[in-house]
């Protein structure tokens, strides 16, 4: 297995006075696809926003590339190469298919990078291309959610992180995501997510983790929904 891109040990996290997370670890291997499983109240968009720099872990680490991201504000998070695609659409409805992809960029100060940028990403999302001067309220539901991807790729990231994309997707447009994700991995991009479809996803993952009242269960888990080996052994409480 490649060495990880990213690491958890131990990670305790929550809301208020109560840990959501309860010790989480485990890698996600540079270059490939690792999915996180597990039923509602597991933890798992709560690791992702510890990823992201929006929730911070009271105890545990979580290592990308050498650099302990706890503390990190989500602007350093970002810088380092991490972008997070939210569960929830998060398109500016009112602003064009064009503009809310250009948005992706707003670290980059360089304006040829950024037409460079959205040139590849319109070649490789027909949508931002096809609409680029509609409203983004306008697209369907499957269609925000690619915009949101070419979106993320705006900052050419190390790593991708997805809570359900799939979420309200019908089945043609679900395909096409799933394919869209698949195309980002083979870019070289090292692709976390969450997802309620799990054996669509776990056919697309390298890795598959299964998570349980905060804490992780399993940590390669196999297309077929059978455990490949034990548990690695969990560092944390």
Known sequence: MAEPVLSFDGVVAGYGGGDVLKGVSFDVPAGGVTCIV?????GKSTLLKAVSGLVRPRLGSIVFQGENLVGRSPRRILERGIVQVPQNHSL???MTVRQNVELGAYLVRDKRVIAERYERVAEA?????ERAGDKAGALSGGQQRLVEFARC?????TL?????PSMGLDPKTLRQMFQTVRRMNEAGRTILLVEQNARQALRLADQGVVMENGRVRLDRLRADGRGHGDAAPRRGP
């Open 92 to 94: 500016f409805r009112e």
């Open 153 to 157: 790729l705006m900052l050419d990231p």
């Open 125 to 129: 999302f027909p949508i931002v291309s």
């Open 160 to 164: 991708v992180v997805l809570d359900e």
């Open 38 to 42: 597990g039923p509602n109240g597991s």
